[in-house]
Nanobody
Framework: QVQLVESGGGLVQAGGSLKLSCAAS????????LGWFRQAPGKEREFVAR????????LYQESVKGRFTISGDNAKNTVYLQMNSLKPEDTAVYYC??????????WGQGTQVTVSS
């Protein structure tokens, strides 16, 4: 099993910034990437970004490119999501996910991000 603990959510005005953190523990050697997803009220959970442990390769949802940056610290088994130029439509619960066999299989409890206009 892999345990994920997110932190860093909160309330911010449009145009502001937040940085989320996700600390992984447990059988992290079974995972090949960590990522972030989000779920807004009344909407399905959607992919935001992910980073591979092996080469730090990254992938982003189109709507966050140029505004969000995902990074990782292998030594700490921690991944970060720096979110800049936040928009009200970024409001959601953000979930950290650990990938195994190329799919997100382990989830954190989520952290609320609210962007006011």
């Amino acid at each position: 099993q892999v345990q994920l603990v997110e932190s860093g959510g909160g309330l911010v005005q449009a145009g502001g910034s937040l940085k989320l953190s996700c600390a992984a523990s447990g059988r992290t050697f079974n995972t090949y990437a960590l990522g972030w997803f989000r779920q807004a009220p009344g909407k399905e959970r959607e992919f935001v970004a992910r980073i591979r442990w092996s080469d730090s390769g990254t992938l982003y949802q189109e709507s966050v490119k140029g505004r969000f940056t995902i990074s990782g610290d292998n030594a700490k088994n921690t991944v970060y999501l720096q979110m800049n130029s936040l928009k009200p439509e970024d409001t959601a619960v953000y979930y950290c996910a650990a990938y195994s066999n190329y799919l997100p299989r382990y989830w954190g409890q989520g952290t609320q991000v609210t962007v006011s206009s």
